[in-house]
């Protein structure tokens, strides 16, 4: 039993000196971590963000909104019709091609 209990003192110890020595490289260095792992001014939520111009049309498939600028387009009767992808645009062609 003492055994074990000196086994987990040494364990405790060496992880408190790990820890100690990683903080003091850690200044040495100018190295800062924070929580999540990222820097400061480093973190995903940090970059900017890609803007995209035109309003925003649903996909009459599958509902996903996308950009009338970027969106894969069809004109039908006198209305256009904005998709996110040529799949989705080919199969409401496919689906709707007696309603023309």
Known sequence: MLRLLASLFEFVLVVLVGRLLGSAAERLWGVARTRGGFRPGNSPADSPRPTVEGRMARDPVCGTFVS????????????????????CRERYEKTNVLAV
Not at 72 to 79: A, I, N, S, T, V
């Open 68 to 87: 009338t600028k970027l969106s894969h387009r069809l004109d039908r009767g006198g209305e256009t019709l904005h998709f996110c992808s040529r799949d």
